[in-house]
C-alpha cells in the first residue's frame, strides 16, 4: 500500500464530501459579495487574534469578547454570512475528526490535538 496513493485518495474523499462541497459552494458565494467577504474576514482575524492572546496566556477582556459576539451576531443576520460561517465549521470539524483519526493511528494524537 503506497502511503502517498492513499494520501491522493484522502484528498479526493475530502473533496467529494458533502461538507466540502457546501463549504465550497458557500465561499463562491461570499467571494462575490466583497463587502460581506471583507466583514467574515474581519471577523475571522478578530477571532484569530484572541485565540492567539489566550493560547499566549492573556487574560481576554470583557470588551475583546463583546467585540467579537456583536459581529458575530451582525454576521449571522446575512443568511449568506451565516451559511458561509455554518459550512465552515462543519467542514473544520470533520478535518479535525480526520487529524484526530490519523493521530491516533500513528501514536501522535497528542501532538496533533
Known amino acids: 500500500m503506497n502511503v502517498y496513493d492513499q494520501a491522493h ?3 479526493q474523499a475530502i473533496k467529494s464530501s458533502e461538507e466540502f462541497k457546501q463549504y465550497d459552494e ?4 461570499l467571494k ?14 478578530k477571532q484569530f487574534e484572541l485565540q492567539a ?11 475583546d ?11 449571522l443576520k446575512d443568511p449568506l454570512a451565516a451559511q458561509y ?3 465552515q ?8 475528526d480526520v487529524y484526530e483519526i490519523i493521530g491516533e ?8 490535538g
Do not use: C, H, W
Open 26 to 29: 458557500a465561499k463562491q458565494k
Open 65 to 75: 469578547m463583546a467585540g467579537v459576539q456583536q459581529l458575530y451576531a451582525i454576521l
Open 89 to 96: 465549521m462543519r467542514f473544520s470539524i470533520m478535518m479535525k
Open 53 to 63: 492572546k489566550q493560547m499566549a496566556g492573556q487574560q481576554l477582556t470583557p470588551e
Open 85 to 87: 460561517i455554518e459550512t
Open 105 to 112: 493511528a500513528t501514536g501522535m494524537g497528542d501532538m496533533l
Open 32 to 45: 462575490a459579495n466583497e463587502g460581506l467577504e471583507k466583514m467574515v474576514n474581519d471577523f475571522q482575524a
Open 9 to 11: 485518495g484522502l484528498a
